[in-house]
T-cell receptor, first 112, second 115 residues
Framework: DVKVTQSSRYLVKRTGEKVFLECVQD?????MFWYRQDPGLGLRLIYF???????EKGDIPEGYSVSREKKERFSLILESASTNQTSMYLC???????????FGQGTRLTVV | GESVGLHLPTLSVQEGDNSIINCAYS??????FIWYKQESGKGPQFIIDIRSNMDKRQGQRVTVLLNKTVKHLSLQIAATQPGDSAVYFC??????????????FGTGTLLAVQP
């Protein structure tokens, strides 16, 4: 069974903290994505990566960075967390040439 | 930029009835569309997809219809069950260099099935 695993289901962090969200997939997928999900706004793409050490900005990259040192792992970094980054974060992966993406269960981040 | 949107944010149906969830897209170059289902507390799960060279595709109890003339697609669920209660998203594939196929999501429709 395919699996995308996010390291935390719930996180509470303080304003200004550096936050790491980790995602691991076991499907040997080249493509990995980070989305945030907010009520009424759907899923918005933050960053994506199509290969190790490669990254591309999505629609809302401000305040975020990413790291992909290994094929199976894609990390989302909040350099200095702010309250407007309180959200559900979803990681996904896919194969090249296939649009179907597999999602993790999400990390609900609250910044206080 | 392109957008994928939904006509109704909430849809309430009786158990056993058919459900129709609608979605509009703006990018004429979109070549692939996917419907996802997201249950409470879970990540989105793939339901069904359709390529732009098709008008209709059927799965188990689900049918997706694509109307390229008006840039509209719909998801039909037959004999809706309580387990179908979830948020449904349509997503549009934006080919990036032909490899990444990043998805652009709509805002979602909440389907509430009444017993």
């Amino acid at each position: 069974d395919v699996k995308v695993t996010q390291s935390s289901r719930y996180l509470v962090k303080r304003t200004g903290e550096k936050v790491f969200l980790e995602c691991v997939q076991d499907m040997d997928h080249e493509n990995m994505f980070w989305y945030r999900q907010d009520p009424g706004l759907g899923l918005r793409l933050i960053y994506f990566s199509y290969d190790v050490k490669m990254k591309e900005k999505g629609d809302i990259p401000e305040g975020y960075s990413v790291s992909r040192e290994k094929k199976e792992r894609f990390s989302l970094i909040l350099e200095s967390a702010s309250t407007n980054q309180t959200s559900m974060y979803l990681c996904a992966s896919s194969s090249p040439g296939r649009a179907e993406a597999f999602f993790g269960q999400g990390t609900r981040l609250t910044v206080v | 930029g392109e957008s994928v949107g939904l006509h109704l944010p909430t849809l309430s149906v009786q158990e056993g009835d058919n459900s129709i969830i609608n979605c509009a897209y703006s990018n004429s170059a979109s070549d692939y569309f996917i419907w996802y289902k997201q249950e409470s507390g879970k990540g989105p799960q793939f339901i069904i997809d359709i390529r732009s060279n098709m008008d209709k595709r059927q799965g188990q109890r689900v049918t997706v219809l694509l109307n390229k003339t008006v840039k509209h697609l719909s998801l039909q669920i037959a004999a809706t069950q309580p387990g179908d209660s979830a948020v449904y998203f349509c997503a549009d594939s934006d080919p990036y260099g032909g490899a990444t196929n990043k998805l652009i999501f709509g805002t979602g429709t909440l389907l509430a099935v009444q017993p």
